[in-house]
């Protein structure tokens, strides 16, 4: 079972990136899928999640308006489409599976904003 984040790096206030979680060794379909960041020295907090069907999403205030989550079940694949990013955006960001008593999470990937 593994969870793989990608699509970080070092963009400028402002910027854009698009994060994803690709999962392997389980199947999504049926699990609540979540990103979470944790920025040094602060703990770690949840940025948004989505049902397992994809109709309902959920976000930290923060976030709403400028980050959106969506899956692709077909591809087992959780996206986080960051927008106008802020410098006190930079954290490592994790995708979160979880089922019932089953919860996986993946190692993260930085991203930076500074200019």
């Known amino acids: 079972v593994q969870l793989v984040e990608s699509g970080g790096g070092l963009v400028q206030p402002g910027g854009s990136l698009r994060l994803s979680c690709a999962a392997s060794g389980f199947t999504i379909g049926s699990y609540l899928m979540s990103w979470y960041r944790q920025a040094p020295g602060k703990e770690r907090e949840l940025v948004a999640f989505i049902t397992s069907t994809g109709d309902s999403t959920n976000y930290a205030d923060s976030m709403k308006g400028r980050f959106t989550i969506s899956r692709d079940n077909a591809k087992n694949t959780v996206y986080l489409q960051m927008n106008s990013l802020k410098p006190e955006d930079t954290a490592v960001y994790s995708c979160?599976?979880?089922?019932?008593?089953?919860?996986?999470w993946g190692q993260g990937t930085q991203v930076t904003v500074s200019s």
């Open positions: 979160d599976a979880r089922r019932a008593s089953k919860n996986y």
